[in-house]
Nanobody
């Protein structure tokens, strides 16, 4: 199982970015996939999660109305569209999956102590300037 995140970069506040996560070793028709982020000096947190078997999404409050997660099973790719970016969105963004979990809600609420059960990509840096 491999996940490869890309698409990060420098953007001004109010701008948009689309992150991509190319996956291999599993198919995007069952497990939940998600985006997480970690800002300097802060704990990693869930950003958006998607149930790939029924397209149900879950967004924490920090992402509602601004971020959208989607997938393209033909391209084996998960996307995160981020709009109206803020300086506090600056972080390394990781894509991840739990092959034993199909619920987007459950994936985004997985406790950090259990994150070792997940497969993670290498992260892509997003920097939002004010």
């Amino acid at each position: 199982v491999q996940l490869q995140a890309s698409g990060g970069g420098l953007v001004q506040a109010g701008g948009s970015l689309r992150l991509s996560c190319a996956v291999s070793g599993f198919t995007l028709n069952r497990p939940a996939v998600g985006w997480f982020r970690q800002a300097p000096g802060k704990e990693r947190e869930a950003v958006s999660c998607l149930s790939t078997n029924n397209d149900i999404t879950y967004y924490p409050d920090l992402a509602k109305g601004r971020f959208a997660i989607s997938s393209d099973s033909a391209k084996n790719t998960v996307y995160l569209q981020m709009n109206n970016l803020r300086p506090e969105d600056t972080a390394v963004y990781y894509c991840a999956t739990d092959l034993g979990q199909s619920s987007s809600y459950a994936l985004c609420h997985k406790r950090p102590a259990n994150w070792g059960q997940m497969n993670w990509g290498q992260g892509t840096l997003v920097t939002v300037s004010s």
